[in-house]
């Protein structure tokens, strides 16, 4: 574990010290971000923003497998080959999809199945009911709590108490 730490430093280090890959990330970050806002933030739009919307749709995750395929790069040889980084993205894009799309599809055929097969109902409940006393206990039981100290109600002499 000492020397994953190490490395990861090392790595970190490395990153923050080389100021061209730092904002190569920066900078690829950055317009992931600015691209998904400008993705999401379109309400009601004009034909020309519902085209950019679409080109975002399919420019968001190639921005993604982008990054993410530089961040690779750099770790494995310290440099910034365009043609690499592209042919990584691809590779990451060429796995990570499939497995987006069998998702999905086990997602809705989960949805399908709970609609065919929906839960049970509820069972009813009734509310708890206080245990019934036994047959040989008094009929009113003593308090659980105890007496305040001092002397019982209506047996002080006349003064400032309230029980007379």
């Known amino acids: 574990m000492i020397t994953s730490l190490k490395l990861w430093f090392e790595s970190l280090r490395s990153t923050l010290t080389n100021l061209r890959a730092l904002v190569i990330f ?3 970050y950055a317009l992931l971000l600015v691209s998904f806002y400008f993705f999401i ?6 034909v020309w923003q ?9 420019l968001l995750p190639g921005g993604f497998f982008v990054l993410q395929a530089a961040i690779l790069e750099f770790a494995r040889k310290r440099n910034f080959a365009a043609k690499n980084i592209l042919v990584s993205a691809l590779k990451i894009a060429a796995v990570t999809i499939p497995v987006l799309i069998i998702g999905a599809l086990l997602w809705w055929l989960m949805n ?16 708890p009911t206080p245990p019934k006393p036994h047959p040989d206990s008094p009929a009113n039981p003593p308090p659980t709590h105890p007496r305040r100290s001092g002397p019982a109600p209506g047996s002080c002499r006349p003064c400032r108490c309230r029980s007379r």
């Open 41 to 46: 933030s379109t309400r009601e739009a004009t």
């Open 26 to 28: 920066i900078v690829l």
């Open 112 to 127: 399908k199945l709970q609609a065919r097969f929906p839960a049970p109902p509820a069972p009813i409940v009734f509310p």
């Open 50 to 58: 519902v085209l950019v919307t679409y080109a975002l749709l399919l």
